[in-house]
């Protein structure tokens, strides 16, 4: 107990050095998780002295925030935005990465001569694109939607066959003919799992009158953990089924919406920060040095070779235009998830993981520096950014269940085609109205003659039977303006 302060203090502290270092990255163009290793690094056997060296709490630990970072970027991914990429994001995510394990792991045994388990354990390990990394870098860098939503959900997703492929190498399962029908069923029964935890969470919120606002998100929350805990006792893949039920609580009418996908994102930050800080502290700088060599050498084969062939193999049946294939062959951000998997040989005392996980740091540094600063020149040389697109108004609800009726919060964004239409014009369905119009910090009753504006916040009192079409019809005028309609736009 009388260690409690000084742990607490130390922890807040590292913390706030981490948050700050957030607006420090995006300043000088860094990418942050840099910054977060090097506080772990600090705090180790080089820098404060803390002795950290227990792989097994660390790949425990690591683990979880993975978790968590999966929960985050499936509530905050728009089902509208990744539809269209559906299928490329799915052969990326399975074909590249089974390509990518080859392609590796052929080049290390003969470049380093490995074994083959070895060469395929570290094939596995690089496989894996890293989820935060992307969740982070792309939404902000002005690439169009469907390129983004292709990268979220290889991401996303293919943290799962990676995860499957480290754990099988490591523990010497017998590699036959049932390893294909054992990734099938794993990945499966992931997907359902996910997708009937995320619906039946989504349905049981929707019907839920908490007590109080801020527990809607931690529902929200723990649902998508059920599901990973879930998939992980019935052999499946939990961590597709953390991703998918994330998904689907996302794009589902939540009650606080806005509030959960904040709250999610804070926690995903939280677990980011806590999880680099944490490798860095288990990394060994004396150690890293004999690990230089072989991590520049496996990252050149992932950065030139493997990600490009994977790329090229998985993308052959559709029709993706030579430009997004080049920025998508580049755009396989390295991060944590490698450093996570390589945890699993380590812990399970398999020869050479040692040299594995200090390879695996050296290069997730080098390639985040590479890739990471020059993602978005690339973007703009192959004319794939768009610059700062309009976003999509927020809508967000709270149910009024006494009166059998919800409470829409909109908010206006820049761009938006609502901009000087009149409320009289917005044509809400019968049962809904607007209540409210908050406009410069200061609020009025609108009239039929009111003229919404820019960054206007509008209350709309909505009946339940009405509510989903009147959030539609909002978002139709949104894109299109008065004449939505007869521009062919649903608001869908």
Same mark, same amino acid.
């Given at each position: +107990?009388?260690?409690l ?9 590292v913390?706030?050095a ?10 000088v163009?860094l ?8 506080i ?7 820098g404060?002295?803390i ?6 709490l660390?790949?425990?630990?690591g683990?979880?925030?993975?978790? +968590? ?12 935005a ?15 990465v089974v ?15 490995f ?8 094939g596995a390990?690089l496989a ?7 969740f982070?870098v792309?939404?902000?860098?002005? =690439?169009g939607?469907r ?6 959900l290889?991401s996303g ?6 995860y ?40 049981a ?37 953390t ?14 919406r ?7 994102e ?9 999880l ?11 150690r890293?040095l004999?690990?230089?060599i ?6 050149a084969?992932v950065?030139?070779?493997?990600r490009?062939?994977?790329?090229l ?5 559709f029709?993706?235009p030579?430009?997004?294939?080049v ?16 945890m =699993?040989?380590l812990?399970q005392?398999?020869?050479g993981?040692?040299q ?8 997730? =540094?080098?390639?985040?520096?590479v890739?990471g ?10 004319g ?9 108004i927020?809508?967000?609800?709270a149910?009024?269940?006494e009166l059998g009726?919800?409470?829409?919060q ?7 085609r +609502? ?24 609020g009025f ?8 504006q ?7 009192v909505?009946t ?7 959030e ?5 005028v949104d894109r299109?303006?008065r ?10």
């Open positions: +107990m009388g260690e302060p000084v742990v607490l203090g130390a922890g807040a502290a913390l706030l981490a948050v700050l270092a957030v607006r420090l990255s995006v300043r163009g990418p942050s998780l840099l910054l977060y290793l090097g772990g690094v600090l705090l180790g056997e080089s404060l002295g002795q950290f060296e227990n792989a097994d660390t790949q425990a630990l683990l979880a925030a993975l978790v +968590m970072i999966l929960t985050e970027g499936g509530l905050t991914t728009r089902w509208q990744v539809k269209p990429a559906l299928w490329p994001g799915i052969a990326l995510s399975t074909v590249a390509v990518s394990v080859a392609v590796t792991a052929a080049a290390l045994r003969w470049l380093l001569d074994d083959w388990r070895l060469a395929l354990l570290w390990v894996s694109t890293d989820a935060a990394a992307v982070s792309l939404r902000s860098a002005g =690439i939607r390129l983004v939503g292709t990268l979220e290889e997703i293919n943290d799962a066959p990676a499957i492929a480290v754990v099988v190498l490591a523990t010497g399962t017998t590699v036959d003919w049932t390893l294909p029908l054992l990734v099938i069923y794993e990945l499966g029964a992931g997907l359902v799992i996910g997708v009937v935890l995320g619906w039946l969470g989504a349905a919120l929707r019907r839920a009158a908490l007590p109080a606002t801020g527990l809607y998100p931690l529902a929200t929350v723990a649902v998508c953990v059920v599901a990973y805990s879930s998939g992980q006792l019935v052999h499946a893949s939990g961590l597709l089924a991703y998918v039920a994330g998904v689907v609580l996302g794009n589902s009418r939540l009650p606080h806005s509030d959960t996908l904040s709250f999610a804070g926690l995903g930050w939280l677990a980011q920060i806590g680099f800080v944490l490798l860095g502290l288990f990394a060994s700088p004396g890293l004999d690990a230089v072989p991590g520049l050498i496996a990252g084969v950065l030139l070779v493997a490009p062939v994977s790329v193999v998985s993308l052959l049946p029709r993706v030579w430009r997004e294939r920025f998508l062959s580049w755009a396989g951000l390295r991060g944590a998830v490698p450093i996570v998997l390589a =699993i040989p812990a005392g398999v020869p993981a040692e594995l996980v200090d390879a695996v740091f050296v290069l997730v =540094i080098v390639l985040t520096l890739q600063t020059t993602l978005s020149p690339l973007a703009r040389w192959l794939l950014a768009k610059g700062d697109e309009p976003k999509e927020q809508v967000d609800s149910p009024l269940d009726a919800e409470l829409l909109v908010r206006i964004q820049a761009g938006s +609502m901009h000087g239409v009149y409320l009289s014009e917005l044509r809400l369905p019968a049962g809904a109205s607007v209540s409210l119009v908050v406009r410069g910090g200061k009753t609108p009239q039929p003659t009111s003229r919404l820019e960054h206007d916040q509008l209350l709309v909505a339940q039977h009405v509510r989903a079409a009147t539609r019809r909002l978002r139709a299109a303006g004449l939505a309609r007869w521009k062919g736009e649903s608001g869908a």
